[in-house]
């Protein structure tokens, strides 16, 4: 009987355990989809304070010593809701710090980052060679992001070290920090050089990942690309054009279970493409709830996420009370720069029934407003691959998003050819400026005066697959190649 294939998963987070981003969608979701298809896949992450306080139960595997850390235990559990087994790293770094697991209550980001990422890689390193006394070796070492960077460094010159793999979610994080840092967390002498962890006189993580890592992935077709050039390449593009044979997009996934308007407990009104009169009742419930004016006509503009540059919320601030000009209602929610929060909310006090935002996160808000929506608005500066415009393409709910990454992959600008063709399911602004973002605006209430075509292009959104069984068969097919090298 033919062995599955075995992959150490290592992230620094996990939905639903710990999440900030993309990072923790893909590593909630990513590995049961490779568990689903036969795939031995067992996730390291860190056992962080908030982590603990969410899981029922767990075992510790071993203790265990590495300098400059100390003494500290791994323990085994599951990913909530799902099979896949998680083993933690109990240390006090981890444990002892609650919150954000990369920045503190300021902002800025927390002063023992370097260390708590290279114990991480450290540990992954051992388990990857088979010296952490749990009997089990991978096939594959799939590292995320510059957190677990210095893993693939730390395996490359080991002739038992299985290949690896680092999935890029965002280029511009590469957790960059001095020689002397390098060297009290005593890593290896032979990994300062521009194959290793040095770039410009310093040690960077991603970079590290990068060259140890047998392919690099990311989460979309166009960011692969975009991230050689010079405009998205944060520093890194001449290595990634260097290495481009390797370089390799695989668009990330949803859970079509959690984003189903069928059956979505956080919805007063389920909804599916053959009976779309339930999304305007949640449109209807979701003005309510915001204290907007219950307007059928006002075409409801959607947003959800985090108020920084990348997201182009300052243009969206900059053009705000012109587009409210138009007969349109603006619905937000999130958090970030003190600065978009404060912009957007004497936004909201300008325009009374016009205009709510909701400062901070909910899950079950963020689904209620996907839903409620008319559509959704993400002017990305750039953006590796979004999910809200997949969780709104499953909600009925257009996209108006900028052509980059992801958005570029998975939203057809509608126009008659596209709409005719039964491909049309949103609005592309193929450059961005506040200019952009009204002729969007424009152009979505353009058709959304005009129910039959509207119809049509909340259906071909509704219609597309983006769960992640495509997505897993295309990394278990990287995998296999890694090992036939």
């Given at each position: 009987?033919?062995q599955?294939?075995?992959?150490?998963f290592?992230s620094?987070?996990?939905?639903?355990?710990?999440?900030t981003?993309?990072?923790?969608?893909?590593?909630?979701?990513?590995?049961?989809a490779?568990?689903?298809?036969?795939?031995?896949?067992?996730?390291?992450?860190?056992g962080y304070?908030?982590?603990?306080?969410?899981?029922?139960?767990?075992?510790?595997?071993c203790?265990?010593?590495?300098?400059?850390?100390?003494?500290?235990?791994?323990?085994?559990?599951?990913v909530?809701?799902?099979?896949?087994p998680l083993?933690?790293?109990?240390?006090?770094?981890?444990?002892?710090q609650?919150g954000?697991?990369?920045?503190g209550?300021?902002?800025h980001?927390?002063?023992?980052?370097a260390?708590?990422?290279?114990l991480?890689?450290?540990?992954?390193e051992?388990?990857?060679?088979?010296?952490?006394?749990?009997?089990?070796?991978?096939d594959?070492?799939?590292?995320?992001?510059?957190?677990?960077?210095?893993?693939?460094?730390?395996l490359?010159?080991?002739?038992?070290?299985?290949?690896?793999?680092?999935?890029?979610?965002?280029?511009?994080?590469?957790?960059?920090?001095d020689r002397?840092?390098?060297?009290?967390?005593q890593?290896?002498?032979?990994?300062?050089?521009?194959?290793?962890?040095?770039?410009w006189?310093e040690?960077?993580?991603?970079k590290?990942?990068i060259n140890?890592?047998?392919?690099?992935?990311?989460?979309?077709?166009?960011?692969?690309?975009?991230?050689q050039t010079?405009?998205?390449?944060?520093?890194?593009?001449?290595?990634?054009?260097?290495?481009?044979?390797?370089?390799?997009?695989?668009?990330n996934?949803?859970d079509?279970?959690?984003?189903?308007?069928?059956?979505?407990?956080?919805?007063?009104?389920?909804?599916d493409?053959?009976h779309?009169?339930?999304?305007?009742?949640?449109?209807?419930?979701?003005?309510?709830e915001?204290d907007?004016?219950?307007?059928?006509?006002?075409?409801?503009?959607?947003?959800?996420g985090?108020?920084?540059?990348q997201?182009?919320?300052?243009?969206?601030?900059?053009v705000?009370?012109?587009?409210?000009?138009?007969?349109v209602?603006?619905?937000?929610l999130?958090?970030?720069?003190p600065?978009?929060?404060?912009?957007?909310t004497?936004?909201?006090?300008?325009?009374?029934?016009?205009?709510?935002?909701?400062?901070?996160?909910?899950?079950?808000?963020?689904?209620?407003?996907?839903?409620?929506?008319?559509?959704?608005?993400?002017?990305?500066?750039?953006?590796?691959?979004?999910?809200?415009?997949?969780y709104?393409?499953?909600?009925?709910?257009?996209p108006?998003?900028?052509?980059?990454?992801?958005?570029?992959?998975t939203?057809?600008?509608t126009?008659?050819?596209?709409l005719?063709?039964?491909?049309?399911n949103?609005?592309?602004?193929?450059h961005l400026?506040?200019?952009a973002?009204?002729w969007?605006?424009?152009?979505?209430?353009?058709?959304f005066?005009?129910p039959?075509?509207?119809?049509?292009?909340?259906k071909?959104?509704?219609?597309?697959?983006?769960?992640?069984?495509v997505?897993?068969?295309?990394?278990?097919e990287?995998?296999?190649?890694?090992?036939?090298?």
């Amino acid at each position: 009987m033919k062995q599955p294939l075995k992959v150490l998963f290592a992230s620094s987070e996990v939905h639903p355990l710990m999440k900030t981003g993309g990072l923790g969608d893909v590593s909630g979701s990513l590995p049961q989809a490779l568990r689903a298809q036969g795939v031995d896949v067992r996730i390291v992450m860190p056992g962080y304070a908030d982590t603990l306080k969410k899981l029922r139960a767990w075992r510790p595997m071993c203790e265990m010593r590495l300098a400059p850390f100390g003494e500290f235990q791994l323990l085994a559990t599951q990913v909530p809701g799902s099979k896949v087994p998680l083993i933690l790293i109990d240390h006090p770094m981890f444990s002892e710090q609650p919150g954000n697991p990369y920045n503190g209550p300021d902002g800025h980001a927390w002063p023992d980052s370097a260390d708590r990422f290279t114990l991480l890689s450290r540990v992954c390193e051992l388990i990857a060679l088979d010296e952490a006394v749990l009997d089990w070796q991978p096939d594959i070492v799939h590292a995320n992001d510059w957190q677990t960077g210095l893993l693939l460094a730390l395996l490359a010159p080991n002739p038992k070290a299985p290949p690896g793999l680092i999935t890029i979610h965002n280029l511009v994080y590469q957790g960059v920090f001095d020689r002397g840092t390098f060297e009290r967390l005593q890593l290896p002498a032979n990994l300062w050089t521009p194959d290793g962890v040095e770039h410009w006189g310093e040690m960077n993580c991603l970079k590290a990942g990068i060259n140890g890592a047998r392919f690099i992935t990311t989460v979309s077709p166009s960011y692969a690309r975009e991230i050689q050039t010079h405009a998205f390449g944060a520093g890194l593009d001449g290595l990634l054009r260097h290495r481009h044979k390797d370089v390799v997009g695989i668009l990330n996934g949803i859970d079509p279970q959690e984003w189903d308007p069928a059956c979505d407990p956080a919805l007063p009104h389920p909804f599916d493409a053959k009976h779309l009169d339930g999304k305007l009742a949640n449109k209807h419930a979701l003005q309510q709830e915001f204290d907007l004016d219950i307007d059928e006509e006002a075409m409801l503009i959607g947003m959800v996420g985090r108020m920084v540059d990348q997201k182009g919320l300052d243009l969206v601030l900059h053009v705000a009370d012109a587009m409210l000009k138009m007969p349109v209602q603006l619905a937000m929610l999130g958090s970030g720069d003190p600065a978009l929060e404060a912009g957007f909310t004497a936004l909201m006090a300008r325009h009374p029934g016009r205009v709510h935002v909701r400062i901070g996160y909910n899950e079950g808000l963020a689904h209620r407003i996907e839903a409620g929506s008319d559509v959704f608005l993400m002017p990305s500066r750039f953006e590796p691959c979004g999910l809200n415009q997949m969780y709104s393409l499953r909600y009925g709910t257009p996209p108006m998003v900028h052509g980059v990454g992801g958005l570029n992959d998975t939203v057809v600008d509608t126009t008659k050819e596209s709409l005719k063709d039964g491909k049309a399911n949103g609005f592309v602004m193929r450059h961005l400026d506040p200019g952009a973002i009204l002729w969007a605006v424009g152009e979505a209430l353009n058709y959304f005066r005009k129910p039959r075509d509207w119809q049509d292009i909340q259906k071909n959104g509704m219609q597309a697959d983006f769960s992640w069984e495509v997505s897993a068969r295309k990394y278990i097919e990287l995998y296999r190649r890694a090992l036939k090298d």
